[in-house]
């Protein structure tokens, strides 16, 4: 038997690994494509968003909070928080709190003293602080309207603010006019973000800390000092008024009441007195001698008793013995 020693002359038998290997790269290749466009296909809305929907980079509408489907590579999501409440700080940032629950500023640097000084309409100058909060009302707006709303909203916030301060003074910025400064401002900002239609609503505008400058803040605490004890003057002197004048009002309308009383008495006197005087005349016309006689007694009745004793004679008697007087006082 011959032995095949030659390589050429032995038979060779195809191999079918390698195609198996390329089969299995295959499958994983697909399996991966479909999960990754699974993955594209579907999208989660959360309660507090809305999704926007762009088609080949147009616009198509607006999805609701939930689950939904989009057409791979043709259509894409963008996620608005239309219920979140957004917040911007002016003249002061916030870091955040300590492990103690204690919120901490950052420091005052060359922007933030831009962002809050500002000039009121009595030519003085304030150090406001204030944050605005605010809401996306309208998603398409806040996406392709304006390129960008933080910053369009700093520069129309800090307008408005400077706008009011600037109809304002000094004295109804730091105290009394807060409210209405930031009321005013709030107003004139939604106007401005409508405007420009920057798709927000404003929530709510509040200054949080208005003061004079650094330099100039000693002077000021003098002044409102010296404002302080003058309002207190005119309170106290207010309260002395209202004290006094009433008290002299009551005194006053006393002396009027008794006025009043005794000329309503001294007329009804007069009046009796005219009366009775009248009751006599007729009584007189009715009997003249009788009446004179009277009136005469009765006058008399009254004057001799303040006269003392009287010893009445006729001037025609002669030779009366004179008489001790036994009944004056001490027995003599």
């Given at each position: ?19 198996s ?5 295959s499958c994983?290749?697909?399996a991966?494509?479909?999960l ?10 959360e309660?507090?968003?809305?999704g926007?929907?762009l ?7 607006t999805?609701?909070?939930g ?19 957004m917040?911007l700080e ?8 300590d492990?103690y629950?204690?919120t ?16 009121t309409g ?7 602080e204030?944050?605005?909060q605010y ?6 707006q806040?996406l ?8 369009t909203?700093r520069?129309?916030s800090?307008t408005s ?23 005013e401002a709030?107003?004139?900002?939604q106007?401005?973000?409508?405007k420009y239609?920057c798709g927000v609503?404003i929530?709510?505008l509040?200054?949080?800390d208005?003061n004079p400058p650094?330099r100039?803040?000693?002077s000021?605490n ?15 002197a ?7 004048i ?14 009043e009383?005794y ?8 009046k009796?007195d ?8 007729e009584a007189y016309k009715?009997?003249p001698?009788?009446?004179r006689r009277?009136m ?5 009745a009254k004057?001799?008793?303040k006269a ?14 004179p ?7 001490g027995?003599n």
């Amino acid at each position: 038997m011959a032995k095949a020693n030659n390589p050429e002359d032995v038979t060779k038998v195809p191999s079918t690994g390698g195609t198996s290997k390329l089969g299995i790269v295959s499958c994983i290749v697909l399996a991966l494509l479909v999960l990754y466009t699974g993955c594209e296909t579907y999208y989660q809305v959360e309660p507090d968003e809305v999704g926007i929907i762009l088609r080949l980079g147009k616009y198509v509408e607006t999805s609701t909070p939930g689950p939904h489907f989009l057409i791979p590579y043709i259509e894409t999501v963008q996620k608005v928080p239309t219920q979140r409440q957004m917040k911007l700080e002016f003249g002061f940032r916030t870091r955040g709190e300590d492990e103690y629950g204690h919120t901490s500023y950052a420091a005052g640097s060359k922007q933030l003293l831009q962002e809050s000084l500002m000039l009121t309409g009595d030519l003085n100058v304030a150090n406001v602080e204030w944050i605005i909060q605010y809401k996306i009302k309208d998603p398409y707006q806040y996406l392709f309207k304006v390129r960008n709303v933080e910053g369009t909203l700093r520069v129309l916030s800090e307008t408005s603010m400077r706008l009011v301060v600037g109809d304002h003074s000094v004295n109804e910025v730091l105290t009394t006019g807060r409210q209405k400064v930031a009321l005013e401002a709030k107003e004139h900002l939604q106007k401005l973000a409508d405007k420009y239609e920057c798709g927000v609503d404003i929530q709510q505008l509040v200054l949080q800390d208005v003061n004079p400058p650094d330099r100039v803040k000693p002077s000021f605490n003098e002044v409102n000092q010296a404002i302080q004890e003058k309002e207190r003057s005119i309170n106290e002197a207010q309260a002395e008024m209202n004290k006094e004048i009433p008290l002299a009002r009551g005194q006053a309308e006393q002396l009027v009441s008794r006025a009043e009383g005794y000329a309503v008495a001294r007329i009804n006197r007069a009046k009796g007195d005219a009366e009775k005087f009248l009751a006599v005349y007729e009584a007189y016309k009715a009997a003249p001698e009788i009446t004179r006689r009277r009136m005469y007694l009765e006058t008399m009745a009254k004057i001799l008793p303040k006269a003392g004793s009287k010893i009445i004679v006729d001037e025609n008697s002669k030779g009366m013995t004179p008489f001790v007087q036994l009944s004056g006082k001490g027995g003599n």
